[in-house]
């Protein structure tokens, strides 16, 4: 077995040469929740509950397009890859039936990402459990497993399904978060969590619903896991690590009153019943259901309404061919009545709620539940599971563990499963811009501090002001990292999601060309990450098939930083070589720094590949870049010695460093920066550093060009000071947009 290229030394990353690594990452990619054949995105309805014959061969983009999209994010500086993949896209035929030729292809892909040098770890992702149930992740028979219908969710609000919304085009935004409340969610993953304990009699092919479920994603990701090392190049080398299960949720678990609204429960949006309410749909009862909104200051009661789902169940009727996936289901567990009822937790005859409290205390020990009562026991004993599982394959792997969204970690400090290999994998997302699409200038909320009860009252936790605003996300990233010290020991902490949606204000910038609010908020999670000094992050998403109309084309999502409507930052790289120059001469670095940048058909072939860029600039006249500007930033790439600190200064266009080296760098292993020349353009760029020389040069890594300083430096804290272009949101120098456009035909700039 070949040495980790990367590997954790204590709470920080390092590469081969014992350098530390900053985790500068990208999700690939965002339609990998969805088939490629038939092309599936969420607002279709046609063939969408022939859910057994789905591949999603060509996720994330074709194989003959890999270089392309590699380029792309190689050249924008992102060193690491967070692999989407589904456990619908391995076992979506039916049970125990995996599909090769996505795995064959899923490791040309991978094999393709190598070409680029990427850490990548692999994601087995899911939200609310599936498609079917309006998210992602797990084959539809899952749901016939668990004795649901999913044709008769829409009529029940068991879940809320964009495919099956009456108009897709209304499908309110981001209530499909919402289904994690809702019957289908609740019951199933208490099911896969907890089924032996809350649902005993759910008995299939001798198990417990519970192992069955369990048992079969981990036989599918340990199917794909396997292939991965019997290919022999990939392991090691390319991939680091593997994630555990997306965002995983509790279900019921904890639930102390079936008849209420849990206080932890901070989201509510569109109709918000209380799960006894929820209960009573999934069985045809009618129901007057509160409606919620999102406000200003969150969610608010706008209403009420009657939902009557006219006397239809989501539960499999007694008539279903249950042998069709070849499963034998125990006979205690009736099909056509509500698995609810059937342990005793209602009465259908009656309407009879009997147990409220059914799933307050943990019945084995009589203890009290709450979240953080399911993470040490429940989800915990998922995850032995499923690092063992990954472990006995890949023995010296990263784990990255991610507990469930903004909770409490799992208490591992100082126990059996604290593990030095074992990254702390959180996500972050400002709920007041995700849940409004709306960048708020003015004024913002520290939600993280409120879940934690930081203030006597919501109103303290409200942010006045943009510095403000960006300093309360630094502060809450911090938070979470040190939670994450506190309870699971001394381990690096990547945000494996952060992002913004960019179709705010109604899509303006889509008519417009205008991405200055886009912009403003992806520099203010990013200067959140450099500031709060964690290991890194994972932008959430690159979407290749993302447009203006459908966004990213699941739910009605547009957090893409590429779309097929927008145009790309352009590369103005120069096509002149550095001069050699005596390395041990004073005038080295500053030489270094004086080459001349200019565009020309050559340079632009070479740098932009096959791309093809739209020029739409709207009413305004203003090139629309996605706020490109903000997330295609300089990061520290390869550091000799510890990161004090970092972050780019993008008004300013100013990135610093400050480092604590233990000894004078190796003329072959200096201190590596990624330095965009978008905004650092060779012929204008000043360095400043405490000492020692740097240059500036261009790397190639397959068929990308990244800009890179190299810079090295003695023992001891160091500082290094770059200083670039500084330019209005969205906008070229004069010069450069002169020299750009020379090379593009109006409206179409196709490079040969």
């Known amino acids: 077995m070949s040495s980790y290229r990367l590997q954790i030394d204590g709470t920080r990353f390092r590469d081969c040469h014992g350098r530390e690594v900053t985790i500068h990452g990208i999700n690939v990619a965002g339609d990998a929740k969805l088939p490629a054949n038939p092309d599936q995105p969420s607002h279709i309805i046609d063939g969408f509950f022939d859910g057994d014959n789905v591949s999603f061969v060509g996720r994330p983009f074709p194989l003959e397009e890999a270089d392309i999209h590699f380029a792309r994010l190689k050249s924008w500086g992102y060193n690491t890859l967070r692999y989407v993949f589904t456990w619908e896209a391995i076992e979506a035929a039916g049970p125990g039936k995996y599909d090769e030729d996505w795995i064959q292809f899923t490791i040309s892909i991978l094999r393709k990402a190598k070409e680029y040098g990427f850490y990548i770890f692999m994601d087995p992702h899911q939200d609310v459990w599936s498609r079917f149930s309006g998210g992602s992740g797990a084959p539809m028979w899952t749901l016939y497993a668990c004795g649901f219908d999913p044709r008769k969710f829409y009529v029940t609000e068991a879940a809320l399904v964009h495919n099956t919304w009456p108009n897709p085009a209304e499908f309110p935004k981001m209530v499909w978060t919402t289904n994690y409340y809702r019957l289908l969610c609740q019951t199933i993953f208490t099911m896969f969590f907890g089924g032996k304990v809350f649902t005993p009699k759910c008995i299939i092919d001798g198990v417990n619903i519970q192992d069955y479920l369990q048992d079969h994603f981990l036989n599918a990701v340990e199917h794909l896991a396997r292939r991965i090392k019997e290919a022999g190049d990939l392991d090691s080398d390319v991939i680091i690590g593997w994630e555990s299960m997306n965002e995983p949720n509790r279900g019921a678990i904890g639930l102390q009153d079936m008849t209420a609204i849990p206080k932890e429960q901070k989201l509510q949006l569109g109709t918000s019943p209380k799960f006894w309410q929820s209960i009573l749909l999934g069985s045809g009862r009618a129901c007057e259901v509160e409606i919620w909104a999102f406000g200003n200051m969150g969610p608010y009661k706008s209403g009420s309404t009657l939902v009557d789902p006219q006397s239809e169940s989501c539960w499999l009727s007694a008539d279903y061919d249950d042998s069709f996936y070849g499963w034998k289901r125990d006979p205690g567990w009736k099909l056509g009545e509500c698995i609810w009822a059937q342990h005793g937790i209602w009465d259908p005859s009656t309407d009879t709620l009997l147990r409220k409290d059914y799933f307050a205390k943990d019945p084995r020990t009589g203890k009290i539940m709450d979240y953080k009562y399911f993470t040490d026991t429940f989800f915990m004993d998922y995850y032995r599971k499923h690092s063992k599982m990954i472990r006995d394959l890949f023995p010296l792997t990263i784990m990255f563990c991610q507990a469930p969204v903004l909770e ?3 208490s591992l400090k100082g126990t059996d499963d604290e593990d030095p290999n074992m990254v702390f994998a959180p996500h972050f997302y400002d709920g007041v811009t995700l849940m409004m699409k709306k960048w708020n200038r003015l004024w913002n909320i520290d939600v993280f501090g409120v879940l ?61 060309g205008d991405y200055s609010s886009q912009t403003a908020a992806m520099d203010a999670n990013m200067y959140a990450i450099e500031g709060s000094k964690v290991n890194g992050m994972a932008t959430w998403v690159y979407v290749a098939c993302n447009d203006h109309v459908w966004g990213d084309n699941w739910n009605g999502e547009d957090l893409s930083i590429v779309s097929k409507d927008d145009n790309l930052l352009p590369s103005l790289f120069s096509n002149g070589s550095v001069a050699s120059l005596d390395p041990t001469s004073p005038s080295y670095s500053r030489s270094l720094n004086s080459s001349t940048t200019s565009v020309n058909p050559l340079t632009l072939k070479n740098t932009l590949a096959s791309e093809t860029m739209s020029l739409n600039r709207g009413d305004t006249g203003k090139v629309g870049y996605r706020a490109a500007e903000a997330y295609v930033r300089p990061a520290p790439m390869a550091t000799h010695g510890n990161v004090l600190s970092y972050g780019f200064d993008l008004r300013n266009c100013t990135f610093t460093l400050s480092l604590n080296a233990p000894s004078s760098t190796s003329e072959a292993v200096p201190t590596e920066i990624y330095l965009p020349e978008f905004h650092f353009p060779q012929s204008n760029t000043d360095v400043e ?28 804290e160091q500082t290094i000071t770059v200083k670039g272009v500084k330019r209005k949101a969205g906008a070229l120098t004069p010069e450069e947009e002169e020299g750009y456009l020379q090379q593009c035909q109006p409206q179409r700039c196709a490079v040969m």
Request: net charge negative; charged share 25%; with cysteine.
């Open 452 to 512: 934690r009860g930081k203030y006597s009252s919501p109103i303290f936790a409200i942010k006045i002001g943009e510095r403000a605003i960006r300093n309360c996300f630094k502060d809450q990233l911090q938070a979470i990292h040190d939670e994450g010290k506190e309870y699971m020991g001394d381990l690096p902490c990547v945000f494996t999601e952060i992002g913004i949606p960019y179709d705010m204000d109604d899509k303006y910038a889509y008519k417009t």
């Open 408 to 410: 409490i970690p799992p």
């Open 689 to 716: 550093v405490t000492g020692g020389k740097w240059k500036i040069s261009t790397e190639e890594a397959g068929e990308a060009t990244l800009q890179v300083l190299q810079w090295w430096h003695a023992e001891g």
